[in-house]
């Protein structure tokens, strides 16, 4: 079963940077959208960003100005520059990818990363 590998995350000062990562297993046929959300303790899961084929990006309130999704088509990476970290920042971040195939969408998540911002 194909799967997204995130890596990337770790511990940062407040006012730090991160990169972020994510690619899958093996290839993937068919992606439009490329997510990143995250999840912080207590709460629901949060869309952060978003990146479609085209190269189209759109952001949460919380993070725009200070975060960028971009990706490499060619072998269906995404990445995640975190600049200006800040302690609500902290969670663990999914990647996530859709697929369509035909009149099929296909759903593809990776098992998180844990970023921490603390001083």
Do not use: H
């Amino acid at each position: 079963q194909v799967q997204l590998v995130e890596s990337g995350g770790g511990l940062v000062q407040p006012g730090g940077s991160l990169r972020l990562s994510c690619a899958p297993s093996r290839n993937i046929v068919g992606i439009y959208y490329m997510r990143w959300y995250r999840q912080a303790p207590g709460n629901q899961r949060a869309l952060v960003a978003t990146i479609t084929s085209g190269g189209s990006t759109s952001y949460s309130d919380s993070v725009k100005g200070r975060f960028t999704i971009s990706r490499d088509n060619a072998k269906n990476t995404v990445y995640l520059q975190m600049n200006s970290l800040k302690p609500e920042d902290t969670a663990v971040y999914y990647c996530n990818a859709i697929a369509l195939r035909g009149t099929a969408q296909y759903d593809y998540w990776g098992q998180g990363t844990q970023v921490t911002v603390s001083s």
